[in-house]
């Protein structure tokens, strides 16, 4: 806190992000208070304010009203309980989205696949193998298979331009979405598409969207555990009161 060319406020930020990113603090731990940081670092409480309002702007850290201030988590988060683009979500947190199409061609559906879109063993479909990175890094590789009844025209998109859910739900909106999360150790392809440790866990989510008539497509989505997270915000109606118990009287 000595640097005089550096705005106090600035070198508070500097502080806590040094904490931060030498792992005293990590994601979720409780952060010094104002009182504390202004006796540890020797500056006023507005200074501590505003350097602890810029930081929770930014991202870094969390204000809960009345338990205090914590360290957030870096990681990017998709949502569980809507169907979003993921270049959407990126865009959202500010960063850029780029995707790499690593195979996209016609294949014959395996058991699996055939029961998961619902059609018959062997039958033509369409597959899609995609890496899709947020200001360069890789967060995800999207392993689709399509049925072609739903998304004739698939094999004929740059998917470098648009990502296959947002040319999906323009040509087949599904009403119908199916979510299911589990950690899993990543094939070696796709350990080396993400540039993942070995022994590294990935979140794999398994989505599959159907319309009315047919299931329009069934993907496994891996993304890198350390660098990923998947969760859900959303609104819970209150309990409706209990019933008055009904006595029953005789005469």
Not at 97 to 105: E, G, Q, W, Y
């Amino acid at each position: 806190m000595s640097e005089p060319s550096v705005p106090r406020y600035q070198q508070v930020k500097d502080w806590v992000v040094g904490r931060i990113e030498s792992g005293d603090l990590r994601p979720d731990d409780r952060t010094p208070s104002e009182n504390e940081l202004v006796g540890t670092l020797g500056v006023s409480r507005m200074t501590v304010n505003r350097a602890l309002r810029e930081l929770t702007a930014e991202g870094r850290l969390r204000r809960v009203q009345g338990l205090g201030t914590f360290v957030a988590d870096a990681r990017p988060q998709s949502e569980l309980v809507e169907l979003r683009n993921i270049a959407d979500e990126i865009r959202d947190r500010g960063h850029r989205h780029s995707a790499a199409v690593r195979s996209l061609a016609r294949a014959r559906a395996g058991a699996a696949v055939a029961a998961a879109l619902g059609v018959p063993a062997r039958a033509a479909v369409f597959h899609s193998v995609i890496v899709h990175f947020e200001d360069g890094v890789a967060v995800q590789l999207e392993d689709r298979f399509v049925n072609p009844a739903a998304a004739p025209g698939y094999l004929a998109q740059d998917f470098t331009r648009i990502t296959p859910n947002e040319y999906l739900l323009r040509v087949a909106p599904a009403p119908h979405v199916e979510h299911v999360v589990e950690a899993a150790v990543p094939p070696d392809a796709v350990r080396a598409a993400l540039a993942m440790a070995a022994g590294e866990p990935c979140l794999l989510l398994h989505r599959r969207t159907a319309l009315t008539t047919c299931v329009v497509s069934r993907a496994w989505l891996w993304h890198p555990a350390g660098r990923y997270r998947l969760g859900a915000a959303f609104d819970v109606a209150p309990n409706p009161a209990p019933a008055t118990p009904v006595r029953e009287h005789r005469s």
